[in-house]
């Protein structure tokens, strides 16, 4: 049976809905979640033992997991709406500050903060000399409508996807969440 391992996006955690989804949608497959943080270096790391450690075969990240997923080796990977412009979200959509997660957190953590650290912490990371991890079962989706992160910084996430060889896949079907028609497009992916 193949394994499949979610990445939750910024200000969410492993209890999310979406992996309640992922679960049904996908259940001939062995449907993983796997809890990060705002912190690139651990969260990357964190993923790739653990893909290592439990032979996944598919990744799907959403958001800053879609950013993450950009960086760990493993056979497929369906990336929705993959914040590589991450500084910028973090800088003019949201702002700095103390935010409540959506969910409950594995680590008990109900608070998470944004500040220049944090900032820091991503461009040193996009700035340091590992490489993206890419194969022709690199799949990006991107939204056309995603009202959170703005047709502006969609776009240079798109422009990047594209020079970095992605599969792309841009619809008006979604938002910037994952929902039905993600998951069909992924299933009829993985059939092909």
Do not use: W
Request: proline residues 3%.
């Amino acid at each position: 049976m193949k394994k499949i391992l979610y990445v939750h996006g910024l200000g969410s955690g492993i209890n999310s809905s979406t992996l309640d989804d992922i679960k049904l949608f996908f259940n001939k497959y062995e449907v993983h979640g796997i809890e990060v943080n705002e912190n690139p270096y651990e969260s990357v790391k964190k993923i790739q033992d653990y893909v290592n450690d439990n032979n996944i075969d598919i990744l799907i990240g959403c958001s800053l997991g879609g950013f993450y997923g950009a960086y760990v080796d493993v056979p497929c990977k369906f990336l929705i709406n993959p914040a590589f412009m991450i500084i910028n979200v973090i800088q003019i959509k949201i702002g700095f500050g103390v935010y409540e997660y959506f969910c409950e957190r594995e680590d008990k953590n109900t608070y998470y903060t944004l500040d220049q650290n944090v900032v820091d912490n991503f461009k040193y990371f996009i700035m340091s000399p590992h490489e993206k991890i890419y194969s022709k079962n690199s799949y990006a989706f991107f939204s056309s409508i995603d009202d959170f992160v703005g047709p502006e910084l969609q776009l240079r996430n798109i422009e990047i996807a594209n020079a970095t060889n992605f599969n792309l896949k841009i619809s008006s079907q979604f938002n910037h969440r994952i929902n039905s028609y993600v998951l069909n497009e992924i299933r009829y992916l993985l059939l092909e």
